[in-house]
């Protein structure tokens, strides 16, 4: 059972070029198989134990701890792991080919309302008043500090928004990877999700933005020799910002400024929604979404006609009897 795991380790790292989260995930759920096979038998696993009745009863275990959408994903996770088996002849058919997963509900990508985003990314407070940089201190080298990661975190989410990047691939980001020309620039995404590459143009606002921060970026590094000189978005000791990171960044800023908590993907999702609402073709949004499918842009398409529903319904005279 332990060369069928490394074997799928290394087909996932080779062949499917899956990135590290997706590689974990996938052989964690085979694992997870493996456990309950060896409490199901009460002896070490062979291949022929995992037939049709033994999957379907893990998968059955499952109902109660785990939601539809985790569930579908570890059943995709057993189908690509026998997949490669019956591929490479080590089993003659796979027992969960005929397996249905549960049916997911239809849930719609959570965005912000324009103003709420230009808060957010602003940075300005809730209450009325001038903007202040958010954690600015009275102590000079404090305030120094915090108005440095402020610049810092206002590039980081106008690129997350204007370039509708997922939060990894704005924290693997590289210095080379930001292209400028006069008036204009674009981020090119190298190794994203299905491991593809995309370029995407940015606008003034992100272009400023990080015009500010690169500065005081160059700062933090000469102090810290041992830093990432490849990152653009550090900590101030050099390190590359991590996913972590940027969410509890996010989280600053949601409780500074009063816009409602979001995960930080949600800038992704208002970013597509946004360029719909002001008649992007699909096509486009998904090109620079890096969606493999067309059908998983169109869910931004229902998320525009609900919105458009919900103005209607609050406004309209005519909308309620």
């Known amino acids: 059972m332990q060369q069928a795991i490394d074997a799928f380790r290394n087909h996932l790292r080779s062949e499917k070029r899956a990135s590290e989260h997706t590689t974990r995930a996938y052989l964690h759920d085979i694992e997870e198989l493996e456990a309950f096979a060896r409490r199901s038998t009460g002896r070490p696993v062979a291949l022929l134990d995992l037939d049709v009745i033994l999957c379907r009863s893990y998968l059955a275990s499952l109902h109660g701890r785990n939601d539809a959408v985790t569930i579908g994903r570890k059943l995709s996770s057993l189908r690509a792991f026998f997949r490669l088996l019956v591929r490479r002849r080590q089993l003659p058919s796979s027992p969960v080919a005929a397996l249905r997963g549960p049916k997911r509900a239809k849930r719609l990508p959570a965005f912000l309302g324009k103003e709420e985003v230009g808060r957010l990314l602003d940075g300005r407070p809730v209450l009325g008043g001038a903007a202040i940089a ?12 915090a108005a440095s990661e402020f610049a810092r975190d206002e590039a980081l989410f106008e690129i997350i928004y204007g370039a509708g990047l997922r939060v990894s691939e704005a924290c693997n980001l590289d210095v080379d990877d930001i292209e400028s020309a006069p008036g204009a620039a674009q981020v090119k995404v190298r190794q994203g999700k299905g491991r593809k590459d995309r370029v995407i143009p940015i606008g003034r606002k992100a272009i400023a933005a990080l015009g500010a921060y690169m500065p005081l970026r160059a700062a933090w590094m000469a102090a810290t020799p041992r830093g990432d000189r490849a990152a653009i978005f550090v900590t101030r000791r050099g390190r590359r910002l991590g996913p972590r990171g940027v969410r509890r960044l996010l989280g600053r800023r949601e409780l500074a400024t009063g816009v409602a908590a979001v995960p930080p993907h949600a800038l992704r999702h208002s970013f597509a929604t946004h360029l719909l609402g002001e008649g992007a073709d699909l096509r486009s949004i998904q090109e620079m ?33």
């Open 289 to 321: 979404l890096g969606h493999a499918s067309l059908r998983t842009t169109q869910r931004y398409a229902h998320v525009n006609i609900d919105h458009l529903m919900a103005v209607y319904d609050k406004a309209h005279p005519r909308s309620r009897a």
């Open 134 to 145: 958010i954690g600015a201190s009275a102590n000079g080298v404090a305030a120094a500090s």
